[in-house]
């Protein structure tokens, strides 16, 4: 399969490229982003086939259905990694809360957080096609605390890549700093930044701006790629369980095969969102996909009304802190499929230059036949939260916020698939805040939720407090380039 570019092409590269180059070389013409040429058809016949596939032989049947260009042999070697989730033969369980409200806890792996869905089988491709081509690769990230931990644990002992995570020093919860800070390996460095995630992440770009650190790379002989939602070798994981879970669904007979059924989206980069948007479009029956956020709640306002703008909020620092997010970088691939190359670069650089963006009523219309939006306070989630605890199941603040949408804007009686995104785990002293309970920190957080609630804490978090602390960097802004160039 062929990958074209969303903001069309500058003549400087070929139109089309492969997979391989997708993935690695991230960055496309104007500051587009890649996407597939053509979806595979993944309808009924699809889904009858593979009705009883365990989650692997599906994961592999939709990589080959996409017809990337790795060898099976590493396609299978990348899917191995699921056998390392809490049970290989089912990564994402899917839990009744409701009688027509399904949760599918993609949190099973190793950093406790959704992330591992993607980037686990991701860091094996990532890094065997550096080493078949006998080049380097620098991934960095500016991180407010899951996209790090998942990044670090997937790289980590890997050939031909070195990853580099900028973490907000105080901004981020003692757990998810505890994976970071003690992630042993030679090609990772963590750096703590005095400030905020804002200070954060613009002194990642301004890095990566600068001409100084572009020529150490280029004498080092070392790339940049990334690891994020732009990155296509994230999105085609983030298809497979929208699939699989609509597939369980139909096993466990609380569905038949080709009834639609709604699946709900905590969204932030809206990349778990667009890998429902191609699910659905490659012939899953989806009724539509709901997108829920938080009080930085510019996807409900582009959904609903079709107004993209950032001039009229500020980012809000929120409990749901994955989607504390007003620059939604996969916005522009739907934009792209529903209204093509020209007027995607157009209303991109509208947002750009402008801070915003209207959609006409047509184009309003077309987005609204997939997608319906909405979102939840922290008080409406901790009230979820409450709510479901008392009935025996603990859900994380980003997934409140999605049976909170739910309920608001679903309006058929159809069943719906709602994403777990996180574990509790790693928001313990907020949902021991929506339990009414007072703690100190993440530790008596974790203890006093894990007796009341009678669940065992994953050994993967309670390990995180007796290890060393190996990365211990915490630097001024100005001087990252020097942490960086030593690392190098
Ligand atoms: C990353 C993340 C999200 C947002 O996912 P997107 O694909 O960026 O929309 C939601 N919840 C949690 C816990 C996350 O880590």
Not at 16 to 37: D, H, M, R
Not at 262 to 275: D, H, I, K, Q
Not at 371 to 393: H, K, L, P
Not at 422 to 448: C, M, Q, R, Y
Request: net charge negative.
């Amino acid at each position: 399969m062929q990958f074209t570019e969303t903001r069309g092409n500058d003549g400087k590269r070929s139109t089309t490229v492969s997979f391989s180059e997708a993935i690695l070389n991230p960055q496309a013409s104007f500051g587009g982003l890649f996407v597939p040429k053509t979806l595979p058809d993944m309808g009924i016949a699809f889904l009858a086939e593979y009705i009883n596939s365990d989650y692997k032989t599906l994961a592999f049947a939709i990589l080959k259905s996409f017809e990337i260009d790795i060898d099976d042999d590493l396609i299978h070697k990348a899917l191995e990694r699921y056998d390392y989730f809490d049970n290989p033969n089912n990564p994402v369980p899917l839990n009744e809360i409701e009688s027509d409200c399904y949760v599918s806890e993609l949190y099973h792996g190793p950093t406790r957080a959704f992330k591992d869905m993607a980037l686990q089988p991701f860091g094996v491709i990532l890094s065997s096609l550096a080493k078949s081509r006998n080049e380097n690769y620098l991934i960095m990230a500016a991180t407010s605390g899951d996209t790090g931990p998942a990044t670090l644990e997937t790289f980590k002992n890997r050939d031909n890549i070195k990853v580099a995570c900028l973490y907000p020093e105080g901004g981020t919860s003692d757990v998810q700093r505890l994976q970071m800070v003690t992630e042993d390996a030679p090609n990772l460095k963590v750096i703590g930044v005095k400030g905020n995630f804002d200070d954060t992440q613009n002194s990642l770009k301004s890095l990566l701006a600068s001409k100084e650190f572009e020529e150490e790379l280029s004498r080092q002989n070392i790339k940049l790629s990334a690891a994020n939602s732009v990155n296509f070798g994230r999105i085609i994981f983030q298809i497979i369980y929208h699939i699989y879970s609509y597939l369980q669904l139909v096993r466990r007979q609380e569905i038949a095969l080709g009834e639609e059924i709604y699946l709900t989206v905590p969204s932030g980069n809206f990349g778990n969102a667009l890998g429902a948007y191609y699910a659905k479009k490659a012939g899953l029956p989806i009724h539509k996909i709901l997108i829920a956020s938080n009080s930085n709640n510019v996807l409900t306002d582009w959904i609903k009304n079709g107004a993209y703008d950032l001039n009229s909020r500020s980012l809000i620092k929120t409990q749901s802190p994955a989607m504390d997010i007003l620059i939604s970088s996969n916005v522009e691939r739907i934009l792209f499929d529903k209204f093509g190359a020209t007027r995607t670069r157009e209303l991109m650089e509208e947002l750009r230059e402008d801070g915003a963006y209207q959609l006409t009523k047509i184009e309003i219309e077309a987005l609204q036949d997939d997608f319906d939006a909405d979102y939840a306070t922290d008080e409406e989630g901790q009230e979820i939260i409450a709510e479901y605890a008392n009935r025996g199941y603990l859900m994380d603040p980003h997934t409140a916020t999605g049976v909170k949408v739910y309920r608001r804007v679903s309006k058929e009686p159809l069943k719906t698939v709602i994403y777990s995104t996180a574990e509790w785990t790693k928001f313990s002293p907020t949902v021991a805040n929506a339990l009414g309970i007072e703690v100190k920190n993440d530790e008596e957080a974790l203890d006093i939720i894990s007796k009341k609630m009678g669940l065992k804490v994953s050994s993967s978090i309670s390990k995180l407090f007796k290890r060393d602390i190996v990365q211990d960097s915490v630097v001024e802004k100005e001087d990252i380039m020097r942490e960086m160039l030593k690392f190098l």
